[in-house]
């Protein structure tokens, strides 16, 4: 066995999930949890702080994130694969021809179906706010 200490501050290079597939992974679930309170508030009368209040809880939660990580491209786990250990992945991986509609607008525009005031710069402010660290103070 063969013990190696890394340099600090290397995670995002040496961990290929620390790179773009962890932000698209947030991207989608935001996307998704915009979603579920379009729906959910749709054709009723509830406010959001409601829908948070009554209609989310873990379960919910757990589903959100599942949808999410099934919905993670092959070509973003490819992409970041292939920096890291470009013999593990294929030269050429379809999956499918039709452009996709960047993740950004389409919460953008679930989030004005809401009723709120949102633009991409939010979604991504958003998605590197959750990349902190937690801390107690």
């Known amino acids: 066995m063969k013990v190696l200490y890394l340099p600090p501050n290397t995670t995002s290079i040496l961990q290929p999930m620390d790179q773009q597939v962890i932000s698209n992974f947030k991207k989608l679930y935001t996307k998704h949890l915009f979603r579920r309170c379009f729906e959910v508030t749709e ?33 973003t786990l490819t992409s970041a694969w292939k920096k890291l250990w470009p013999e593990s992945v294929a030269e050429r991986t379809f999956e499918g021809f039709e452009p996709e509609v960047p993740v950004e607008e389409e919460i953008v525009s679930l989030g004005k179906s809401v009723g709120l005031v949102t633009d991409e710069r939010d979604v991504n402010e958003l998605v590197e706010e959750h990349s902190q660290e937690l801390t107690t103070v």
């Open 43 to 75: 054709n009723t009368n509830l406010t959001l702080r409601e829908y948070w209040k009554d209609h989310f809880n873990i379960v919910v939660c757990l589903r959100m994130i599942d949808q999410a990580w099934m919905s993670v491209t092959t070509r």
